[in-house]
């Protein structure tokens, strides 16, 4: 693998860097202060829309989508895009100003990929253009959702049209003001193998029958403007050119989704882990207790060095994965893809768990970004599959893998 990056992706960078310096760092408390705020819930930053319209115009737009999605791409490799993905990671809301954050881009991949072109026409091409936004609806509240055979919503046929009941959570997106399509996945051919029961279809936002029944908060908060909630689907109809792909191809899409996504994350995380050294080591330089600078504490080099190591590790551990996506499919990485899914939410938690105590008081107020890493990094030891499954997954590809090829 190559570790140095090509003059294209050395432009980028030096674009993106500039257009965080003047335009998201600055911006960051006004940010969350607006969307903290609740007399704002629900509402999107106003500042978001101009910001898109710059980052569109100086061609920091889309960089997530790999270039074997053709015209919709600008061309970029995973490879390629995982220091710009880094870089953005550094400021959580930062992604939507590049129309590079989830869950959009994963819906944006399965419409490239699966979509007809009457599908891509109507609703990929407003969320590449960053008009709309969307939201993946496959968590349950009845069952256990990492094992993805259990869902039950039913997405049945009748007529001209396929009839949806059921209930979903967790559900991110959902209440932003510019959603419009819900990527729903159900059963629809309930006397075939599990793997082969579900689909995928396209729901738009105001469908009757489509409701919230509750907001549910991630650690105290309504995470305003996107929100997780949770639906209900009473008898939703919608058209059969709304299927995508076909009936019981829903695990496909599902597979070929959540790769891309679940890198995507890691990479962010280690953007975030890297930030939070960094204002580690700045705190443990100007910071005086008992005397001294904490740097000059051992504890606190210690922590230095070991976050340095495990941020470097991850990142390596990353781009290799996404080298593995770029030659050989990401069916082929799917051991790195899940490695990495396994430590970089982590390791960034630790990271980000030694800034805050460096900090102090401050470190769990909101006077840093440290609290909101935390709680992201967090909430990504679940999301799109726990740690758990993503252990047993690999371990027992590696078991098969090694004894098969025993000497």
């Not at 998201?24 to 705020?37: A, K, L, M, R, S």
């Not at 870089?87 to 959009?104: E, K, L, W, Y």
């Not at 967790?170 to 579900?198: D, S």
């Not at 280690?270 to 008992?290: D, S, Y």
Request: glycine letters at 8%; aromatic letters at 8%; proline letters at 5%.
């Amino acid at each position: 693998m190559n570790f140095e990056h090509s003059d294209k992706v050395r432009g980028l960078i030096a674009c993106l860097e500039a257009f965080m310096d003047e335009h998201i760092y600055p911006n960051e408390q006004d940010y969350y202060g607006f969307v903290n705020d609740p007399a704002h819930l629900w509402q999107e930053w106003p500042k978001m829309e101009a910001l898109k319209a710059e980052a569109r115009a100086q061609g920091l737009w889309n960089l997530f989508l790999p270039c074997e999605y053709g015209r919709f791409s600008p061309g970029l490799h995973n490879l390629e895009y995982a220091p710009l993905a880094e870089i953005m990671g550094r400021v959580p809301f930062a992604s939507q100003v590049f129309n590079c954050s989830a869950p959009d881009t994963g819906n944006m991949e399965v419409l490239a990929k699966f979509g007809s072109p009457e599908q891509q026409e109507r609703w990929l091409e407003p969320l590449l253009n960053g008009e709309i936004r969307s939201a993946f609806v496959m968590t349950e509240p009845q069952v256990a959702s990492s094992d993805a055979t259990n869902l039950q919503m039913t997405i049945l046929p009748d007529g001209d049209d396929y009839v949806i009941n059921g209930r979903k959570w967790w559900i991110t997106g959902a209440r932003h003001p510019q959603c419009q399509i819900f990527l729903v996945m159900g059963k629809t051919l309930l006397n075939n193998p599990v793997h082969q029961q579900h689909s995928t279809i396209l729901v738009p936002r105001n469908t009757p029958g489509v409701s919230i029944v509750r907001d549910t908060t991630v650690f105290g908060s309504l995470h305003s403007p996107f929100g997780e909630c949770e639906l209900k689907f009473d008898n939703v109809r919608v058209p059969r050119e709304n299927l995508i792909l076909g009936e019981g191809r829903g695990f496909e899409i599902a597979q070929g989704r959540l790769g891309p996504g679940r890198i995507h994350h890691c990479m962010r995380s280690i953007g975030q882990a890297q930030r939070a050294l960094e204002i580690m080591a700045r705190r443990a330089q100007n910071r005086v207790a008992f005397g001294k600078k904490l740097s000059e504490q051992g504890s606190i080099r210690q922590d230095i060095a070991r976050s340095y190591c495990e941020i470097e590790q991850a990142r390596l551990l990353t781009l290799k994965a996404a080298d593995h996506m770029d030659r050989y499919g990401n069916k082929v990485a799917k051991d790195l893809i899940a490695a990495i899914k396994i430590v970089a939410p982590q390791m960034a938690q630790t990271v980000v768990d030694r800034a805050i105590q460096i900090h102090g008081g401050m470190g769990v107020s909101d006077d840093t970004p440290l609290a909101y890493f935390f709680t992201t990094n967090r909430y990504l030891r679940i999301a799109d599959g726990p740690d758990e499954v993503h252990i047993a997954q690999l371990g027992k590809l590696k078991i098969g893998e090694y004894c098969a090829n025993a000497h």
